[in-house]
């Protein structure tokens, strides 16, 4: 005898999201791009990171036009969709389409609605694409973290980070780890003081 089993997770149903970290897919229509819409919405996702030398984008937006909107671009890990409606909703839909995925609407009559609701839920968009990618960007490094046994043996303490990073040197009171990057690298020190 065989049986299904009719219960699935949202992982094993689903395909897999797709998208860089930190990378928002905004579906909307390119005159509402153009306009206020656009503008709110590139105000709430794209403002720059405070306190950085070189101005960069706390989320990196992408923006497709409903009418090409296919199956590839519903796989990304941030949607946020612009509608025209009759009524005026915000919703937040999880694992839509892929998984880990999370899906924003934003629904209204008129443009005044739309920019009323990215005014009062934009901070809260924000907030979510930020926590769901930290716990994306923590699932990656547990699948593969960096070794810290030397870490702990010395200083007691555990480290979950990515793989990437090297030893770059080594002493009695003194770590220097080391991740290459395209644009240079990133470095941590840990170190003991009195």
Request: charged fraction near 20%; include cysteine.
């Amino acid at each position: 005898l065989t049986a299904c089993n009719f219960f699935t997770s949202d992982k094993n149903a689903l395909p897999d999201s797709e998208g860089d970290i930190n990378e928002v897919s905004i579906i909307i229509d390119d005159v509402y791009w153009n306009g206020d819409v656009g503008d709110s919405l590139r105000a709430k996702l794209a403002h720059s990171i405070d306190g950085l030398n070189k101005e960069e984008p706390v989320l990196k937006i992408n923006q497709f036009s409903p009418k090409i909107v296919n199956n590839q671009i519903n796989l990304q890990r941030n949607l946020v969709i612009i509608q025209q409606h009759d009524e005026t909703e915000f919703i937040h839909v999880e694992n839509k389409y892929a998984y880990p995925q999370n899906v924003f609407y934003f629904k209204g009559p008129t443009i005044k609605d739309l920019l009323q609701l990215i005014t009062l839920h934009g901070e809260i968009l924000e907030s979510s694409i930020h926590f769901y990618e930290l716990l994306k960007v923590q699932e990656d490094m547990a699948a593969s973290p960096f070794n810290d046994k030397r870490i702990q043996n010395q200083y007691k303490i555990s480290l979950l980070m990515p793989y990437q990073y090297r030893y770059a040197l080594v002493n009695d009171n003194f770590l220097w780890l080391k991740k290459e990057l395209s644009t240079g690298s990133n470095s941590l020190l840990i170190y003991k003081v009195p």
